[in-house]
């Protein structure tokens, strides 16, 4: 009988479940939405009921809809949103409020509160994280706080925090297993990515009693089981969604990069088995335990990358679809006298200035509007090359390709821009469900259906991009990037 194994992919705006068969080839995908819940200005909640079950729904439907044996599932891999909290009743298995999301921003006062407190260095050092209300501690808190009776429930062991992951394994498990893996629990901000615990000091700070915290375990490994319709089905892989899909484009090796092209876009890098701290603003992370063994990456994020093809389409309405930008910025492949600096809110690493805005260079009587939308398109990969440069400075790992995924990769102009402007080849995968792919993964090496060597082996490239482009025009254009940046930086008041 054929094997199968089931990758629930929980995102921030659907559940989704893909099946793979025992090739690690996609044989159904089933997806739900979720629906965001907006109470107050920067305030972004979820219902934790409607996220597990439509990720249990979409579990059911793919195996449903392809006529899948519930016998020949013989492993789930779990990836999830990052950083997004839940807390509930370790008896009831309530939910005692909303999951908040990683978006949400209403503990950023109490965060700038701490960073003015000097707090920014240990913390940094103990998580590899900046102090930021994204990450989990601060939402717990918030939770603590401002529920009633929270603190005292708290105080008395009563509740159990969780990122999606854990709160999937445990409403998976009926209430049987509160764990995560490394990946996960290194988004916190409790968690010691050097002792591999969650920090005492850190825990103190936030006012978080140990007890909510589940217990941490290597990305590949039995966490426990799903009883689907009698027959118990090993949860075997879990890792937060950029992690997976770092995993998912086979990124084992230190120096292995991967860049998803999406809203945003997040480049990580594989830095082996010791954390590798950022002078550039990037932020370390734990990619993945797996065989007693821990890797870390670092990672970087484009704020406004497919987002500004967006921008073109519904807000300057000169364009009709995403796609049409290639074939609009081939007709004019050797026109680069235009510079789009999409800022719209504030540039990220390595700038790191919220007060920056979106500017327009080169304008001149004749720019049309084709102009604007190539330099749009080559904006997202100087924006990627910005990242890649602070990751080989902090790493001193030079890169010798960049694996890439995610809807905007699909832009053959872009990818090519990409490698020309990088003097790095670009491997495009032939699955680009590199997250989805990253937690089958895991849950296979899991079980020990398949070993890592299996994956690299079977791992398809669709099309390479090799870089054409001579030095002197790259280093110019580069060079007259980094101008347009910088006059665009610290426009807001
Ligand atoms: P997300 O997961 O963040 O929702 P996706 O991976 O689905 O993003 O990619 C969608 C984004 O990519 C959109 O912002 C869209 O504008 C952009 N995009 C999709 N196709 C193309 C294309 N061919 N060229 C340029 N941008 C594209």
Known sequence: MKKYILSLDQGTTSSRTV??????????????????????????EQDPIEIYQSQLQTLKD??????????????????????TTV??????????????????????????????????????????????SYFS??????????????????????????????????????????????????????FNINTLQWDDDLLKTFEIPKTLLPEVKDSSCLFGDFNFNGKNI?????????????????????????STYGTGCFLLMNTGEKPQYSNN???????????????YALEG????????????????????????????ANKIKDDYSVFVVPAFSGLGAPYWDMEARGAIFGLTQDTGKNQIIKATLEAIAYQCKDLIIAMQEDSKVVLSALKVDGGASANNYLMQFQADVLNVKIER?????????????????????????DILRNRDIEKEFIPEMEERKRIKLYKTWGKAVKRSMNWED
């Open 234 to 258: 090993p949860i075997a892989g879990i890792a937060g969604d950029q992690q997976a899909a770092l995993f998912g484009q086979a990124c084992f090796e230190k120096g292995d990069t991967k």
């Open 429 to 453: 995968a032939k699955v680009l469900e590199s997250t989805a792919q990253g937690a089958a993964f895991l849950a296979g090496i899991g079980i020990g259906l398949w070993k890592i060597e």
């Open 62 to 83: 793919v195996v449903k809809d392809n006529h899948i044996n519930h016998a020949s599932i013989v492993a789930i891999g779990i990836t999830n949103q990052r950083e």
């Open 87 to 132: 807390v509930w009743n370790k008896k009831t298995g309530k939910a005692i409020y909303n999951a908040i999301i990683w978006q949400d921003k209403r503990t950023s006062d109490y965060c700038k509160g701490l960073k003015n407190q000097g707090l920014e260095e240990t913390v940094k050092e103990k998580t590899g994280l900046v102090i930021d």
């Open 19 to 44: 099946l793979f068969d025992e090739n690690g080839i996609i044989c159904g995908i089933s997806q739900k939405e979720t629906k965001q819940i907006y109470p107050k200005h920067g305030w972004v």
């Open 281 to 295: 603003g990037l932020l370390t992370t734990i990619a993945w335990g797996i065989n007693n063994k821990i890797y």
């Open 137 to 190: 501690a601060t939402k717990i808190k918030w939770i603590l706080e401002n529920v009633p009776n929270a603190k005292k429930q708290a105080e008395n062991g009563e509740l159990l925090f969780g990122t999606i992951d854990t709160w999937l394994l445990w409403n998976l498990t009926q209430g049987k297993v509160h764990a995560t893996d490394y990946s996960n629990a290194s988004r916190t901000l409790l």
């Open 301 to 328: 994020s484009v704020f406004n990358a497919g987002s500004a093809i967006q921008w073109l389409r519904d807000s300057l309405e000169i364009i009709n679809s995403a796609k049409e930008t290639e074939t609009i």
